[in-house]
């Protein structure tokens, strides 16, 4: 026998074994990122039998229930926030009805998404397996690990890392005109989400098609280069961008109109921000000493990767990476024992970072102009410092952060790619994100994002039956609105309006009546209506029921907001009923008409 032929045939029997391989070198980093993504929806849940907002809760859910009912955001009742959170709650209840089991489910699922979505972008940057490695802090980090109901913050940051996601594989995968033009339609899916963050978004990716499927080609073709990807497919994705647009555009005239839109999501929404927030974000010199830190480290890695210099100058570079993550580290177990007034060791890391990333964007940025060969990976130092400081805008980092905690990992990992040395790149990978994983433990058990509700009231409830059976909340809440519901099914007419003061209760999906009043919370930067415009707006809808809570869950932001609200209804109305968290006042329509 031909023992050349032989060894032949041996090697072609070996080679679906090596095939098996490598596909399953290929499916670990995949299967282990879904198990990631799995712990950031079991965390989720677990977070649901922990703490609950009423307040917030209400908000979103009354919004929705407005809206299943055939109400028009805008037109109908005033809001100054951008629509999609609301017409998605709106589109469930019409689906399943109401039930906080449905809510609930839905932000398991977006946190799921989340961690996958987050997986996939970062690996345009670095390895598969640094990439599981960055995304596992974002088990206790995804948004609704941190927050547990549907809000505009997760949406819009999922339907960032989505559009993405899209737009990369647009760039690197042959794909049909119509299948472009889908994908560049969702980029306008985040600014009806978010206003401040998504529409700042809309413009960047407009900037990025335009250079990288016009004007690249056009560089490049000057400089005898090869384009790179796909500019075709990118020209199409933003065709179907501005398709989004006018289709957007069309939706809002259509529905709302164009005008009232404007107004209340941007003139009236204008007033939330706080440009105080500013000097309180980025005014710290401390954080500017650690982002100081943090650059003298990755500058000394690039200085030195190619072994020019000392070994231990690398070693060096290592403790500068990774020394501000130890430090947030001890001082997130520390706080509340020897460091009492440091409330928010892990959020200290994000303007250093940023500021690493805006680093780490400019020296690459010479390069990005010659030949990118990524579109979305050359993009994401940008993208994520602009979705981060606009988000930031209104509230600052310490309110604001917990939907955007993937594009923290996601400029960690832009920052890393440069760094020569797959081993020890990964290794400094993944020290900062077991750190920043073992951080976040505390500021999730404490719920530090959560202290706003009031967590020391009493023991912990849950509601065992009916529409919000699961929720929970510290005593005497729930068992306060139940002790409401049961007297307003027994004594208030399905027919006869009723308003809730400060409408800190989802008393109106619950219940399924209708909200009187345009306005659904009483917000000074919600509402246009003063106490006294509050009340003749009442009285001028013939409303016979209020109810005024005495016990308020949030107490120290809503107490401010209403301030002088009840007094007035209290001396227009009688007691018709006083509970523990509760007074019922009642008017009847034939004393309101007299008075009148």
């Known amino acids: 026998m031909d023992t050349s032929a032989k060894s032949a045939s041996d090697s072609t029997e070996a080679t679906p074994s090596q095939s098996a391989d490598i596909g399953w070198r290929q499916a670990a980093p995949w299967l282990a990122a879904w198990l990631v993504a799995g712990g950031a929806g079991v965390v989720h849940q677990w977070q649901t039998t922990r703490i609950g907002a009423l307040g917030d809760y209400a908000y979103i859910m009354d919004t929705a229930w407005r809206i299943a009912q055939g109400e028009v955001m805008y ?3 005033v809001l100054p926030h951008s629509p999609l959170t609301f017409h998605v709650q709106a589109t469930l209840i019409k689906l399943f009805g109401f039930s906080y089991q449905v809510t609930a489910w839905y932000c398991t699922v977006v946190n799921v998404l989340y961690v996958l979505l987050t997986y996939r972008l970062i690996r345009v940057l670095v390895s598969a397996w640094l990439a599981v490695g960055l995304c596992l802090p974002l088990v206790w980090l995804a948004p609704h690990s941190i927050y547990p109901h549907p809000f505009y913050d ?20 042959p794909v049909s005109p119509a299948v472009a033009m889908l994908c560049g339609a969702t980029t306008v899916l985040p600014a009806l989400a978010k206003q401040n963050v998504g529409y700042p978004y809309l413009g960047l990716v407009l900037v990025g098609v335009a250079w990288w499927g016009w004007w690249q080609k056009r560089w490049n073709e000057a400089a005898g280069v090869e384009p790179v990807g796909n500019p075709g497919g990118v020209r199409w994705f933003g065709v179907g961008v501005v ?7 069309t939706w809002l005239g259509m529905t709302c109109g164009l005008e009232n839109y404007w107004f209340w999501v941007f003139v009236s929404a204008s007033g939330r921000l706080n440009l105080v927030t500013i000097q309180e974000t980025y005014g710290d010199w401390s954080v500017w000493s650690v982002g100081a830190v943090l650059i003298l480290g990755w500058w000394l890695w690039l200085r030195y990767q190619k072994r020019t210099g000392p070994s231990w100058v690398m070693t060096v570079s290592w403790a500068l990476l990774l020394g501000p993550f130890v430090v947030v580290l001890a001082l997130s177990f520390l706080v509340g024992h020897l460091f009492v007034w440091f409330d928010y060791p892990l959020l200290s890391l994000w303007v250093p970072v940023m500021m690493l990333t805006l680093v780490a964007g400019l020296w690459q940025l010479p390069s990005v102009a010659r030949r990118a060969t990524s579109m979305v990976g050359e993009s994401l130092p940008w993208i994520g410092l602009t979705v981060v400081f606009f988000s930031f ?3 600052g980092h310490a309110r604001s952060s917990y939907g955007i905690w993937a594009f923290f990992v996601v400029m960690v990992a832009y920052a890393l790619r440069p760094l020569v040395g797959e081993r020890r790149q990964a290794l400094v990978g993944w020290g900062m994100a077991s750190l920043l994983m073992l951080s976040a433990l505390p500021y999730i058990q404490r719920n530090v994002r959560m202290r706003y509700v009031g967590l020391v009231e009493g023991p912990r409830q849950t509601v065992s039956v009916g529409p919000l059976r699961g929720f929970t909340a510290f005593s005497p809440q729930l068992s306060n609105f139940g002790e409401l519901l049961g007297f307003v099914a027994n004594y208030i007419p399905e027919d006869e309006p009723v308003v809730c003061v400060p409408h800190e209760d989802p008393f109106y999906v619950v219940t399924g009546r209708r909200d009187p009043l345009p306005i659904t919370v009483f917000d000074r930067t919600a509402s246009p209506f003063s106490p006294e415009e509050v009340l003749k707006e009442v009285e001028r809808r013939r409303v016979t029921w209020v109810i005024v809570k005495r016990r308020l869950q949030m107490d120290w932001i809503l107490a401010r907001e209403i301030k002088g609200l009840r007094e007035l209804f209290m001396g227009r109305y009688q007691v018709a009923a006083q509970f523990d968290g509760y007074v019922v006042l009642h008017r009847p329509a034939r004393e309101e008409t007299s008075a009148r």
């Open 393 to 395: 805008l209104s509230q």
């Open 243 to 249: 398709g989004g647009i006018v289709g957007a555009v």
């Open 75 to 77: 037109r109908d009742f």
């Open 154 to 173: 997760p949406d819009a940051a999922l339907l960032i890392l989505l559009n993405l996601n899209l737009l990369h594989w647009v760039v690197m995968r």
